[in-house]
């Protein structure tokens, strides 16, 4: 009797713990790649590639359980045997759900990437961000986790990235 009501108490989602005014600086560094379509000799190619990204987020809590998120980073791409890069700047909603050390998070915002370099035609375009998570609070001022986000360009492309988050936190002390 007391093992599913332990279970079922550390499994029921709790009110985060970040509060109002608690801020965030963090730095996710993964696996990135993309696929964009863009118009070569008047007719539309589909151009990929893999490679590495660097991301770094400022996160200000609005609430229990809202965060605003700004993200600005780059990255490194091999596409069809050429180098090219990306860098991209973001704002977005955070929700994050405190189940004790675990918190897991969606995101949704919008931005704007710049993709360039190689085969590719350098050019900013729109998109929207969507993105998950899990963090692993150590302390009250630091956490670990996983990071990946998927933005869709307005413009017939999509970038999805993936990756370990360290996070620093102050001001809810």
Do not use: C
């Amino acid at each position: 009797m007391r093992l599913p009501t332990v279970l079922a108490v550390l499994a029921a989602p709790l009110a985060a713990s970040a509060g109002e005014g608690e801020s965030s600086l963090s730095a996710i560094a993964g696996f990135a790649s993309f696929t964009v379509n863009q118009t070569v000799s008047g007719r539309g190619l589909d151009r990929s590639g893999a490679g590495a990204s660097l991301t770094v987020d400022f996160q200000h809590g609005i609430g229990d359980t809202f965060w605003v998120r700004a993200s600005a980073g780059g990255g490194g791409f091999a596409a069809e045997g050429q180098a090219a890069w990306a860098g991209t700047g973001s704002v977005a909603l955070v929700y994050a759900v405190d189940v004790l050390r675990y918190v897991p998070y969606i995101s949704l915002g919008g931005g704007a990437v710049v993709l360039g370099g190689g085969a590719l035609q350098s050019q900013a375009r729109p998109f929207v961000e969507l993105g998950v998570g899990l963090e692993v609070e150590q302390s009250p001022s630091f956490a670990w986790g996983l990071d990946a986000r998927l933005g869709s360009f307005v413009t017939q492309a999509t970038m999805f990235t993936i990756g370990p988050r360290v996070a620093f936190k102050w001001g809810y002390f």
